[in-house]
């Protein structure tokens, strides 16, 4: 699976953005997927996952509230809708994909930078 992530910029605090990943290669709906981000200087962290499904998103709780994750089988993509945002959102964020059928198959994509201007 290759991962396209997109939507990335610059926004004011209170703003919006949506990020999207589109996937390409294996079947996605084959795929749990989820949103990672990583500040200068700090580890990479989770952000929000999502079944194959679309069903049982799941959050950090630093975004719980104002994050939305959901997918689109069909188109083979997954999206990130980020409201209210803070500068502490600011980070390159990953899309990430995991084989429901063996749990060791993972795929990152390529970052795409959020910053969030206070």
């Known amino acids: 699976v290759q991962l396209q992530a997109s939507g990335g910029g610059l926004v004011q605090a209170g703003g919006s953005l949506r990020l999207s990943c589109e996937a390409s290669?294996?079947?996605?709906?084959?795929?749990?997927m989820a949103w990672f981000r990583q500040a200068p200087g700090k580890e990479r962290d989770f952000v929000a996952a999502?079944?194959?499904?679309?069903?049982?998103?799941y959050y950090a709780d630093s975004v719980k509230g104002r994050f939305i994750i959901y997918r689109d089988n069909s188109k083979g993509s997954v999206y990130l809708q980020m409201n209210s945002l803070k500068p502490e959102d600011t980070a390159v964020y990953y899309c990430?994909?995991?084989?429901?059928?063996?749990?060791?198959?993972?795929?990152w994509g390529q970052g795409t930078q959020v910053t969030v201007s206070s």
């Open positions: 999502i079944s194959w499904s679309g069903g049982s998103p």
């Open positions: 290669g294996r079947t996605f709906s084959g795929h749990a």
């Open positions: 990430f994909a995991r084989s429901i059928f063996n749990d060791r198959i993972e795929y």
